[in-house]
């Protein structure tokens, strides 16, 4: 029963994870809404989810150091009442600025609470199956991704956008509310060592080799430094054919409900991921891993750039799936690998805040490119380029040698 524990605290994290990422996926569909009734931009309302992607991945730091102090069951519930009221208050919105106030400000303070918490907490209760641990609990994401999307273009078909928004909010007002109650900070406050072990067998057992590295004197290893280098390069991009790929699929002549299919496999396909190279990296390391995986997410931005219909548009989709998927588990478990678990929760929402706000621009930029030129083009070649980067700086990323003090 004790080992067990632990698998309750990732069905937790995963349960948050899909309610959070799955309505914030969605937003593609709400977007291509938005331009309908409104006639917007598109790149004032991608302003919008840059705006959003920023804020909550800076807040991330906040809410790293909050888990590590408070645990994640005050957070996560936190979390639920800022996502929920902004998302239902989407529902109002008759102006451009009341989206970046209402999803932009609102939301991101709820969302803040979302992967940091959720990902520092799985670290701690792992050591040795940290990768699986991972992937399982991320793919609710994905999952999400895959579900949600279609399920708010139904809503918005069947009684319009702001009643689909309403119900969105109410949803994971109570869902992350419930499922906060069953999460834990770590294995220690129920007697219990990484892995499921007794505090009778002492933690260094199911963690030889793990230096616990204090945030202070983590940031100031270049190893640290690296690893933001690595995920700047590879989330800076990231965001692109999830906000726009439902944009860009009606642009090729697809339905509004078809496009949004698209990007439920992209979820489906970084489901897939999740697991899949959660599991690969515990055997072969977690820097092959890595690299592989960013290789694939260079060749599916290039990828983008040769659709030419549904079916490519699909291939395309879910090979950027699997590597985005799979990126976003092996982050929190190299971060935890080379500085250990103890302060997980402060380094992983640290590198997230400074790493992931980068992503925020990524929307914006491509939706700029668009207006400019009428095509996404550049934007996929850039961001094939900038996953380039982050292979060069994994070549150079090792975990730090000298022990902290």
């Known amino acids: 029963m004790r080992f067990f524990y632990g698998w309750v605290v990732v069905g937790g994290a995963f349960v948050v994870l899909f309610t959070a990422y799955g309505t914030q996926y969605a937003f593609g569909v709400f977007f291509a809404a938005l331009l309908d009734e409104f006639g917007w931009s598109r790149a004032s309302l991608s302003g919008v989810f840059s705006l959003y992607a920023f804020l909550y991945c800076v807040l ?17 519930a936190m979390g639920g009442v800022f996502l929920g009221v902004g998302l239902a208050g989407m529902s109002r919105v008759s102006q451009l600025w009341h989206p970046y106030l ?12 979302a992967y940091v918490p959720c990902n520092a907490t799985v670290v701690k209760w792992f050591v040795r199956r940290r990768g699986l641990a ?12 895959f579900v949600l999307p279609p399920a708010a273009a139904a809503l918005v078909g069947a009684m319009g956008w702001r009643w689909a928004y309403v119900l969105f909010g109410a949803g994971i007002f109570l869902v992350l509310n419930l499922v906060a109650t069953v999460m834990r900070r770590d294995p220690e406050l129920l007697g219990l060592s990484p892995d499921g072990g007794s505090r009778a067998a002492p933690a260094a057992a199911s963690s030889p080799d793990e230096v616990q590295w204090p945030f202070r004197l983590a940031i100031r290893t270049a190893a640290f430094w690296l690893v933001f280098g690595i995920f700047t390069a590879t989330w800076i991009p990231v965001f692109i054919p999830l906000v ?13 409900l078809v496009a949004s299919t698209v990007l439920s496999a992209l979820g489906i396909a970084a489901v897939v991921g999740r697991l899949a190279m959660g599991v690969v990296s515990d055997r072969i390391g977690r820097k092959p891993a890595l690299a592989l995986v960013i290789a694939l997410q260079a060749a599916a931005f290039l990828g983008f750039t040769l659709v030419g219909g549904l079916s490519s548009l699909y291939l395309v989709a879910l090979v950027f799936g699997f590597s985005y998927g799979a990126v976003s588990t092996l982050f929190p478990a190299i971060v ?15 590198l997230f805040a400074l790493a992931g706000s980068m992503a925020a621009w990524g929307p914006l930029v491509a939706g700029v490119i668009y207006d400019a030129t009428g095509a996404y083009t550049r934007a996929f070649l850039l961001s ?5 980067v982050a292979l060069v700086l994994l070549a150079l990323a090792h975990p730090p040698r000298s022990r902290p003090a």
Do not use: C
């Open 134 to 145: 991972l992937g399982v609990a991320t793919s609710g994401g994905s999952l999400g991704t």
């Open 384 to 388: 094939a380029a900038s996953n380039g």
């Open 102 to 113: 209402l999803y932009g400000i609102v939301a991101a303070l709820g969302m803040s609470t």
């Open 244 to 256: 726009h790929v439902v944009p860009f699929a009606r642009d090729l002549g697809m339905s509004s």
């Open 336 to 350: 935890g690998d080379f500085f250990g678990r103890e302060q997980a929760g402060s380094l992983v929402g640290f």
């Open 60 to 76: 991330g730091l906040l809410a790293g150091r909050l888990t590590d102090r408070w645990g994640p069951r005050v957070v996560i």
